[in-house]
T-cell receptor
Framework: ETGVTQTPRHLVMGMTNKKSLKCEQH?????MYWYKQSAKKPLELMFV???????ENNSVPSRFSPECPNSSHLFLHLHTLQPEDSALYLC?????????????FGPGTRLLVL | AQSVTQPDIHITVSEGASLELRCNYS??????LFWYVQSPGQGLQLLLK??????LVQGIKGFEAEFKRSQSSFNLRKPSVHWSDAAEYFC????????????FGGGTRLMVKP
């Protein structure tokens, strides 16, 4: 596979469930990102990892818990979500996480919280 | 902090007509700028980027954009739109002193009439 892949592509969960989103990049990059894309709101950066170290946590509620076990994989663990958390969650990667880099995006996971 | 405004939420053009999508940014220093496109159910694909140098940049699919510092703008253009260009377009700005964190505009949804 090439580029950035995300699984699952679609997820429906109840508010008491625990689930995880997975992102994998095949570009040899060292930085990875989670974004949230809600209807009628601009794309919001959630987390940034560079060399498996979290460098940004953009005031995200603790019910979202990221994990970056290596530079190719990024997870977003979800628990006790709210209906307003329903959104498209996009993963991206870039070479190093330093300035002036292009970010490459995956296709996203469409999440519905009931 | 930087910000991005895309004044047009929706634009409809006829196939074969020219297109211009507006993007205005706010940032105190020289920004680096991107245009991404998102087709339904997909992630974001990079169309073009401006880091420095020639202010008219060429991208994929026949798109171009011009950086105008005096107007704080980075408008996207295409001389002749194809039906396959129907999608949502996002302008993004990055700051040189903020790692690789991007701020996105709200997007412009382009519809193409036959």
């Amino acid at each position: 596979e090439t580029g950035v892949t995300q699984t699952p592509r679609h997820l429906v969960m109840g508010m008491t469930n625990k689930k995880s989103l997975k992102c994998e990049q095949h570009l040899g990059h060292n930085a990875m990102y989670w974004y949230k894309q809600s209807a009628k709101k601009p794309l919001e950066l959630m987390f940034v990892y560079s060399l498996e170290e979290r460098v940004e946590n953009n005031s995200v509620p603790s019910r979202f818990s990221p994990e970056c076990p290596n530079s190719s994989h990024l997870f977003l663990h979800l628990h006790t979500l709210q209906p307003e958390d329903s959104a498209l969650y996009l993963c991206a990667s870039s070479p190093s996480g330093r300035g002036q880099e292009t970010q490459y995006f995956g296709p996203g996971t469409r999440l519905l919280v009931l | 902090a930087q910000s991005v405004t895309q004044p047009d939420i929706h634009i409809t053009v006829s196939e074969g007509a020219s297109l211009e999508l507006r993007c205005n940014y706010s940032y105190g220093a020289t920004p680096y700028l991107f245009w991404y496109v998102q087709s339904p159910g997909q992630g974001l694909q990079l169309l073009l980027k401006y880091f420095s140098g020639d202010t008219l940049v060429q991208g994929i699919k026949g798109f171009e954009a011009e950086f105008k510092r005096s107007q704080s703008s980075f408008n996207l253009r295409k001389p002749s739109v194809h039906w396959s260009d129907a999608a949502e377009y996002f302008c993004a700005v990055g700051a040189n002193n903020a790692g690789n964190m991007l701020t996105f505009g709200g997007g412009t949804r382009l519809m193409v009439k036959p």
